[in-house]
C-alpha cells in the first residue's frame, strides 16, 4: 500500500525466497532441544511447516478455483508490523511467539473480559473456507483458511443493542513486532466492521490456512478473513475486540482517508484515486526473477465475486461516496 517507484530489482515476486533462508527460529530451538537433530539435515520443507490441525471439517462458500501455492502465499505478504516488502514478513518474523495468547473484549457485550486463545477457539469449531482475496493493490489470491466464523464468537460475547460496529486492534509490542519502531503507520493496527458486516456468515476468524497454524507472517494466531473487502481489511495477530456504537477509525483511513474509506468493499468501479481497480494479477505461479507486475490480469469481480452473500447489506447505499 506504501506504493513506492519500483527499482528493477524490487520485483515483487523477487523477493520469495527459500524456505530454508527465513526458517523459524523457534521450531530449530525446539527440534534441537529434543535432541531430534536428524530432522534438521532433510529438506527445508519438510519440517518449516506449520502444525497440522486436526478434525478440520469443510465449510460453506469454498471457490472451486486453482489454490495460491503455499510458498506464494506465505512470502508475499503485506504486514507492515514485519516491514514494508512483500517479503519481509515472511523473513522478520521468525522470531515472533504467537503463544500463550489472549483476546480482550471490551464495550457493548455481556461477557467483556481477556479470554485466552484456547478458550476462544475450540479444535472441534474449526472448519475450512476457500476463499478469493483480493489486496487494494490489485493482485489477489485463493487460500484455503481454517477458522471459526466471527459471528459465533460475537454471540457467544452476548452483544448488547447499542452495538453497532466492532472494532479490531492488532498487537502493540515493538520488542516482537519490529517494523512498530517505524512511523508507517499510526501503530497499533486497527480496523472495524459494521455489526452486520461482522454477523455475515462468510467473515471469518482465521486460526490457520492450508490446515496447518497461521504462519506468523499471515497473522499468528489469530486474524480476520473478510474476502468480499480489499485485504487490508483482514486485520492480522488480533489482542482485542470492542463492540460499540459509533464507527470506529481504521488505520489505512487515518493514513490516507481519501484513498481508504471504512468499507472498502472489492468494487472494479470504484477506482483508487491513483489507479484502476477493474482488474487484478492473481498471483499463482512460482515465478522466481520475474516481476508479479508481468502476471496476466483478469477482471476483478463486484464484492469480489461474493455479491450473493453480501450485496444486500449495502442496498440503497452510494458506494462512491462510502468507498
Ligand atoms: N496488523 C496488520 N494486519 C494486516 C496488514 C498489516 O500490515 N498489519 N496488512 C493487510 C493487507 S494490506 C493485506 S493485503 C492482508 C494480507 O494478508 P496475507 O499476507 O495473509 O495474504 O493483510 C492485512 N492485514
Ligand atoms: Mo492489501
Redesign the pocket.
Known amino acids: 500500500?506504501l506504493i513506492r517507484i519500483r527499482k528493477p530489482s524490487d520485483c515483487a515476486t523477487s523477493e520469495i525466497t527459500p524456505k530454508a533462508t527465513f526458517l523459524n527460529r523457534r521450531r530449530f530451538i525446539a527440534t534441537a532441544a529434543a535432541g531430534a537433530i536428524a530432522p534438521m539435515l532433510a529438506p527445508a520443507a519438510a519440517w518449516a511447516r506449520g502444525k497440522a490441525l486436526p478434525g478440520v471439517v469443510k465449510g460453506p462458500f469454498n471457490t472451486d478455483e486453482k489454490q495460491t501455492p503455499y510458498d506464494l502465499?506465505t512470502t508475499y505478504?503485506?504486514?507492515?508490523?514485519f516491514g514494508t516488502s512483500k517479503g519481509d514478513?515472511a523473513k522478520m518474523s521468525g522470531d515472533f511467539i504467537p503463544k500463550p495468547w489472549s483476546v480482550t473484549v471490551e464495550g457493548e457485550v455481556g461477557k467483556p473480559g481477556t479470554y485466552d486463545f484456547d478458550d476462544l477457539i475450540k479444535p472441534h469449531m474449526l472448519e475450512e473456507r476457500i476463499y478469493r482475496?483480493r489486496?487494494?493493490e490489485a493482485w489477489s489470491?485463493v487460500i484455503p483458511w481454517t477458522g471459526i466464523p466471527l459471528a459465533d464468537v460475537i454471540k457467544r460475547l452476548e452483544p448488547t443493542s447499542k452495538a453497532k460496529y466492532v472494532a479490531f486492534e492488532?498487537l502493540y509490542d515493538k520488542e516482537r513486532m519490529p517494523g512498530q519502531g517505524y512511523a508507517v503507520l499510526d501503530w497499533p493496527?486497527v480496523e472495524g466492521l459494521r455489526m452486520d458486516e461482522a454477523m455475515n456468515p462468510l467473515a471469518l476468524l482465521a486460526v490457520g490456512l492450508y490446515g496447518e497454524e497461521m504462519p506468523n507472517?499471515?497473522?499468528a494466531p489469530i486474524r480476520l478473513v473478510v474476502p468480499w473487502k480489499y485485504?487490508?481489511k483482514?486485520?492480522?495477530?488480533i489482542v482485542k475486540i470492542r463492540l460499540q456504537e459509533t464507527m470506529p477509525p481504521t488505520s489505512w483511513n487515518k493514513a490516507a482517508p481519501r484513498e481508504y474509506g471504512f468499507y472498502s468493499n472489492v468494487n472494479p468501479e470504484v477506482n483508487h484515486p491513483r489507479w484502476s481497480q477493474a482488474k487484478e494479477r492473481r498471483i499463482d505461479t512460482k515465478t522466481s526473477g520475474i516481476s508479479a507486475l508481468f502476471l496476466p490480469k483478469q477482471p476483478t469481480l463486484m464484492f469480489n465475486g461474493y455479491a450473493d452473500e453480501v450485496a444486500q447489506m449495502y442496498t440503497g447505499m452510494d458506494m462512491t461516496e462510502n468507498y
Not at 505478504?77 to 508490523?81: G, I, M
Not at 483482514?234 to 495477530?237: D, H
Open positions: 500500500m502465499a505478504n503485506n504486514f507492515y508490523e514478513p482475496m489486496c487494494v489470491m492488532t493496527y507472517q499471515n497473522g485485504g487490508f483482514s486485520i492480522k495477530s
